[in-house]
């Protein structure tokens, strides 16, 4: 019965953070994108500097109608945005906030969770296809090509992360961080933290969105709830990339008390990396379709294979 009640309990810390972090990366956006540009950003909802907007937000896509479009395919339209929400829940439930500390124990918890949030990328293609819209089609071909391209250089860096701590487990991987790691990982965080940022379609990665050309690409078509849980979704990876590269760059839970706040050094490093995602987006203008395919092919990939060489060549070197 009480490892019942363990499964209860962690299930439910999972899916409170899982609602509540995503909220506050939205709110903090708001507020650090207005900043940036020289304005307040939302100040009425819930009071004091309008902290409930997206509170506000939900109420609103929820009273708007849920309209199918006649050409759809009904059913992989409905499931599209489920998926892409559940992809990051299961990611999240992997992310390790202590030695004993996550959701659930997963032999390999780094390829779980590249894994699935991979999936999530792939309900937005489900989403084009199925509108029955060429805006969404063309945006869900985007989406493939930016998947593909990106998340090359994203498993790259993460075997380079693996192979300098021995381990598949992401709690393995922050027991044998040590401090080196900023400076003989750092280009690896570096290109972890721009294919990251394409591969949740975050601007200046955002091409298959591109509300001005692509009138919101895959998601032309979908309204209320639906268009809110996509946006939900992005928010989620958000997280769930932030605290990824936190624990593989940063060691996660280390640092001073970690035997008693590990779980808020985890916050606090994870925020970093959202903030920055966030600052990435105010600061460069959106690219061009070939120019984006550039980044990834001829930029981050080389990149990415010389840091797993670096890293065999420095594993081998100190085995020896």
């Given at each position: ?19 509540v ?44 109608e849920?309209?199918?479009p ?65 805006y ?84 032309t078509?979908?309204?209320g ?64 379709e ?8 001829l ?22």
């Amino acid at each position: 019965m009480s490892d019942f009640l363990e499964i209860v309990l962690r299930s439910v810390c999972v899916l409170a953070a899982f609602l509540v972090l995503p909220l506050l990366v939205g709110q903090t956006e708001h507020k650090v994108m207005a900043h940036m540009q020289g304005r307040l950003g939302p100040m009425e909802a819930g009071g004091f500097h309008g902290w409930a907007q997206l509170v506000a937000d939900g109420v609103k896509f929820a009273q708007k109608e849920d309209i199918v479009p006649l050409a759809a395919d009904k059913s992989v339209f409905r499931v599209a945005p489920a998926l892409g929400i559940v992809s990051y829940l299961l990611a999240l439930a992997v992310i390790p906030f202590g030695p004993h500390f996550f959701g659930a124990d997963v032999p390999g918890s780094l390829v779980w969770v590249l894994a699935v949030s991979g999936v999530g990328t792939v309900g937005t293609l489900m989403a084009g296809w199925s509108s029955g819209n060429k805006y969404s089609l063309l945006g869900a071909m985007r989406t493939a090509a930016q998947l593909v391209s990106y998340e090359l250089p994203l498993i790259l860096v993460s075997a380079s992360f693996a192979i300098a701590a021995g381990s598949l487990s992401l709690v393995g991987i922050a027991h044998a961080w040590n401090p080196w790691w900023l400076i003989w990982q750092l280009p690896g965080a570096l290109v972890f933290l721009i294919a990251a940022t394409a591969e949740l379609q975050r601007p200046p990665f955002d091409m298959p969105v591109a509300d001005s050309e692509l009138v919101m690409g895959p998601y032309t078509e979908y309204t209320g709830l639906r268009f809110a849980l996509f946006l939900l979704a992005e928010y989620a990876g958000i997280v769930v990339m932030s605290f990824l590269l936190a624990t593989l760059w940063l060691g996660g839970w280390t640092g001073p008390f970690d035997h008693a706040i590990g779980w808020l050094w985890v916050l606090l490093k994870g925020f970093v990396f959202s903030f920055l995602i966030i600052w990435i987006r105010v600061a460069w203008p959106r690219l061009r379709e070939d120019q984006l395919q550039r980044v990834a092919w001829l930029g981050l990939v080389p990149i990415a294979l010389l840091q797993l060489a670096i890293t065999a060549i420095g594993v081998v070197v100190t085995s020896q």
